[in-house]
């Protein structure tokens, strides 16, 4: 009958391989799939390869796996069984950003990143009970703004999330996201100069 070989189950960029030796060689492939906290799924391929894009639901914590063989004449008795976690699958933290006041709201502007389809801001405010940053808003950034590109301003390929109001001791951070989970965040601090640029003039 099949047996496993070579760890079982390997993941290769986004595509599990049931790893079997049989002869003659497997012709259909049973699958049991279940991300974190989700139904079983049951899938059956014609090859020993199963693309992540046929898994339904979340992939942003782990998935654990099973992979059985067959060729026609026996059925595999053992499961191969493996878990995975998606953290090299994620996009890579944004490392180029800036903070900035325009169109009288203060922004996070970054340069994208590869492997990333949306992103996320957050701001953190200092507790003042215990001293400790609390996460205040999270929300999420886009590509260009209206305004800016109306105006035929601002460069269109930074993504940019709106912050709301900032404090002197703030931080602010950008993630960048996929279908595996975000990134750890950058975190600036605003500039009294930023803060200067917002605030009110003197004389209205």
Request: hydrophobic residues 35%; aromatic residues 8%; charged residues 20%.
């Amino acid at each position: 009958p099949p047996e496993c070989i070579d760890h079982g189950i390997t993941m290769v960029k986004e595509t599990l391989k049931c790893n079997v030796k049989a002869l003659p060689p497997p012709d259909t492939f049973f699958w049991h799939i279940q991300p974190t906290d989700e139904d079983v799924q049951h899938l059956t391929t014609g090859s020993a390869i199963l693309p992540l894009t046929q898994i339904t639901g979340t992939l942003s914590r782990s998935l654990d796996t099973s992979c059985e063989a067959g060729n026609g004449i026996a059925s595999q008795e053992k499961p191969c069984r493996r878990t995975f976690s998606f953290e090299l699958l994620r996009p890579p933290q944004p490392q180029q950003c800036d903070l900035a006041y325009e169109y009288e709201e203060f922004q996070m502007r970054c340069i994208p990143v590869e492997n990333a389809t949306y992103y996320e801001v957050s701001v953190w405010r200092m507790s003042t009970s215990n001293a400790s940053l609390m996460l205040e808003r999270r929300g999420s950034m886009g590509y260009g703004m209206s305004q800016a590109l109306a105006q035929g301003e601002g460069v269109p390929w930074l993504v940019r999330g709106p912050l709301g109001n900032l404090r002197a001791e703030d931080e602010v951070g950008a993630s960048a996201c996929n279908r595996y989970g975000c990134s750890g965040s950058l975190l600036l601090r605003p500039t009294d100069i930023l803060l200067n640029s917002a605030a009110v003039p003197w004389w209205k």
